[in-house]
């Protein structure tokens, strides 16, 4: 049975920094593509940032260089590293898995295995 755990998420003051975790059972990091999403209540899922089966990232451009994807292979983790956050940050987080497939997209349809999400809030 395929997991996806997310960790990490909390609540920071504005320019504050988060590492969010996705542990990653039941396949490995190495055979799936993955993503990182958000979503605030209300509104559609959007993607934040995305790091393909075969290499490469790609990165909504609201994350203008302060979030990082990274993935480690050893602890079948997936990360999201998270400096100067804003208020708008503020949302549920979700990763997000392809297996077998090299995605690099920012859409939500393009995944079909989800976890179920932890919360980050930013205060002013």
């Known amino acids: 049975q395929v997991q996806l755990v997310e960790s990490g998420g909390g609540s920071v003051q504005s320019g504050g920094s988060l590492r969010l975790s996705c542990a990653v059972s039941?396949?490995?990091?190495?055979?799936?593509?993955m993503a990182w999403f958000r979503q605030i209540p209300g509104q559609e899922r959007e993607g934040v940032a995305a790091?393909?089966?075969?290499?490469?990232?790609y990165y909504a451009d609201y994350t203008r260089g302060r979030f990082t994807i990274s993935k480690d292979n050893a602890e079948n983790t997936l990360y999201l590293e998270m400096n100067s956050l804003k208020p708008e940050d503020t949302a549920m987080y979700y990763c997000?898995?392809?297996?077998?497939?090299?995605?690099?997209?920012?859409?939500?349809?393009?995944?079909?295995?989800w976890g179920q999400g932890t919360q980050v809030t930013v205060s002013s």
């Open positions: 790091l393909s089966l075969i290499g490469g990232t």
């Open positions: 039941g396949i490995t990091t190495t055979s799936a593509s």
């Open positions: 997000a898995a392809k297996l077998n497939r090299p995605v690099l997209a920012l859409l939500p349809t393009f995944y079909d295995l």
